[in-house]
């Protein structure tokens, strides 16, 4: 070897220092739902179904059938190891997501033509490693607007404002880094709370389909954007 000339280095002993990190924790582990499901992650979803009453539970009349729309953004409040999670090693495994609501229904049966309104969910996510499917159940309160109390021939719906606490289930389908298929169930109650003097409620039951899209994280683990 010519003296000055550099000594080689093993490629065992190559530094990876300058190796740029991966963006996505599952690039590295394969573990999707680990990767979506984490703290001050924000999800946008979009699911669309159906509603039906009487369901068998409350009052039994009237009829009260509508297609619902709902535009959902998500934030994911802990991230399933977080070290003060509760259920970081049990089989409940998961995390809580807050989610604002945004409605807009048809009514196609058998008084009023549309509602819209506001909703407050709490979402609890069972996130298991490597698990491609996510089941999830969630709850809330929200208000509406509609113009069924314009239909004098019925006790149920008395107000223009109206409550809606309902809860649900469902399962999400993770297509990839970003995107989830879901399906899920429904129970709504709409009532006003006696404000009004007819106000007999609604309990409707159904199903809904569509998407969520989660975005890459908005904040750094320091705090900073």
Known sequence: MQQGSPTPIPKDNLSTTNI????SPMSDTGDVASSLFVEDRITLEFM????????GIGPHE???????????LGWMLVSPDDPENPFRDTPFRGNFEGIFEV???YIWETFGTYM?????????????????????IQGGAGVIYTNARNWSNQEAIGGNWEFTPQFGGGLKFLIDDNFSFNIEGAFQHISNANTSARNEGVNAYGGFAGFTYYFDHLWL???HH
């Open 103 to 105: 409605t807009g229904s």
């Open 48 to 55: 669309t179904g159906v509603m039906f009453s009487p369901c």
């Open 62 to 72: 009237p009829v009260f059938n509508y297609q619902q729309n709902n535009i959902r």
């Open 221 to 223: 683990e320091d705090g």
């Open 20 to 23: 740029p990190a991966r963006l």
């Open 116 to 136: 819209t309104g506001i909703t407050g969910i709490l979402r609890y996510n069972f996130v298991q490693p490597n698990w491609i499917v996510v089941p999830y």
